[in-house]
């Protein structure tokens, strides 16, 4: 008799934590951290690097850089896009070597030397030389 | 001593602060606004921006769907030149108000050309036609309409 009730006490305790362990997974784990994990070994924290272009040198920095696979760089955190024609300031952003565009969902602010523009998101297609500012935008110009 | 908190230093801070209020209204702000986002082509030296549009300048504030901004290099400073303005076009200009399907404002000139469903509105006037030339420079107004003489008007400025 008390060994089933101890046994039944057990066995809700066990599902009881289950259940917390699912949630506290499902909560605290967003999908990019799952990326980020998965890439352990492919991924530089604190990571600063510089591009030598054509015409200028491009300086990229980002709390943490994961290559997702051969074409694809995920930029994880506070990611800063430098050169000599702009400054792109964003979070998570992605870097497809292949297609040449590099692009963030996240809330940007670019500032060049016109002003300063805030997006929602960017889209770079570095193959067009257009930088596309997504959502609700708006550019602050430096004119008199 | 002077104190601080006498009746001439307030006056002398109100002064002071109106002087640099006026400065810094002097000076406004230029902006483009959009709902639907804007894009820089860097190659073709413009700025579009799509759905509900905002600009504003020095000299005008418009509204549309669509902007085209060119802009030229100036002592290494992008400025704007040429403005596209396309459908639901409004433009405000002091006490005015241009409407048209699309324009063409030319901020080196100082010009802007309205065209199809044009109308100008201000306290004391409206009218409408086909086309609009503004020649803010020299404040003359010339609208055209098609089968009628061109509606030429000088505006004089109260100094």
């Known amino acids: 008799m008390m060994n089933n009730i101890l046994k039944k006490v057990n066995l809700n305790v066990l599902i009881t934590l289950l259940l917390l362990s699912q949630i506290i997974l499902i909560f605290m784990n967003s999908p990019i951290e799952q990326i980020s994990q998965n890439y352990q070994s492919n991924s530089l924290e604190k990571f600063t690097t510089m591009i030598s272009g054509d015409k200028s040198v491009d300086i990229i920095t980002s709390d943490k850089m994961v290559k997702i696979n051969e074409n694809k760089t995920m930029l994880i955190g506070d990611t800063n896009l430098k050169n000599n024609e702009y400054e792109i300031s964003s979070k998570n952003v992605t870097i497809d070597t292949h297609n040449m565009i590099t692009s963030s969902v996240k809330a940007t602010k670019t500032t060049n030397n016109q002003g300063t523009i805030k997006s929602e998101g960017f889209e770079f297609d570095q193959e067009a030389n257009i930088i596309k500012f997504n959502g609700k935008s708006e550019f602050k110009t430096n004119e008199d | ?159």
């Open chain 2, 1 to 159: 001593m002077v104190r601080v908190n006498s009746k001439p230093m307030k006056i002398k801070f109100l002064f002071i602060f109106l002087i640099f209020f006026n400065y810094s209204l002097s000076f406004g702000e230029s902006y483009i606004k959009a709902s639907n986002g804007i894009t820089w082509d860097k190659t073709n030296q413009t700025y579009s921006a799509e759905g509900s549009v905002e600009f504003k300048n020095n000299e005008i504030k418009a509204f549309a769907n669509k902007i085209l901004a060119s802009y030229i290099f100036e002592s290494e400073k992008e400025i704007f030149q040429n403005v596209e303005l396309n459908e639901k076009v409004e433009i405000y200009y002091e006490n005015e108000v241009f409407k048209s399907d699309t324009a063409t404002y030319n901020k080196q000139n100082s010009l802007i050309i309205l065209l199809g469903n044009v109308s100008i509105v201000s306290p004391d006037r409206y009218l409408s036609g086909d086309e609009l030339i503004v020649d803010l420079e020299k404040n003359t107004r010339t609208l055209k309409t098609k089968g009628k003489d061109s509606l030429a008007e000088a505006l004089i400025k109260d100094e």
